[in-house]
Nanobody, 116 residues
Framework: QVQLVESGGGLVQAGGSLRLSCAAS????????MGWYRQAAGKQRELVAR???????NYADSVKGRFFISRDNVKNTVYLQMNSLKPEDTAVYYC??????????WGQGTQVIVSS
């Protein structure tokens, strides 16, 4: 059974930084992509950033130049470095894994609160 476990959320002032981590465990023989989504209160879940097996990345326009996704292939871990945080970045952040033959592995979510 594949599991994704996130860590690193918390409360930070506007302009600050946080780094989220997502570790994938279990029987993993193929990583197609891993990414981060977020869901703010009353809003739909949205893609924040994704990194593919090729190493290519994509970002939501709202976070380009501020957030950076990276991975450690040995640890099956993906990171999201979030800089210059804004109050509108406040949300629950979810890790997503497109692993093996499924694209719907999700972590439990980690809360990020950015105070103004």
């Amino acid at each position: 059974q594949v599991q994704l476990v996130e860590s690193g959320g918390g409360l930070v002032q506007a302009g600050g930084s946080l780094r989220l981590s997502c570790a994938a465990s279990g029987i993993i023989f193929r990583i197609n992509a891993m990414g981060w989504y977020r869901q703010a209160a009353g809003k739909q879940r949205e893609l924040v950033a994704r990194i593919f097996s090729s190493g290519s990345t994509n970002y939501a326009d709202s976070v380009k130049g501020r957030f950076f996704i990276s991975r450690d292939n040995v640890k099956n871990t993906v990171y999201l470095q979030m800089n210059s945080l804004k109050p509108e970045d406040t949300a629950v952040y979810y890790c997503n894994g497109d692993l093996n033959f499924r694209s719907d592995y999700w972590g439990q979510g980690t809360q990020v609160i950015v105070s103004s």
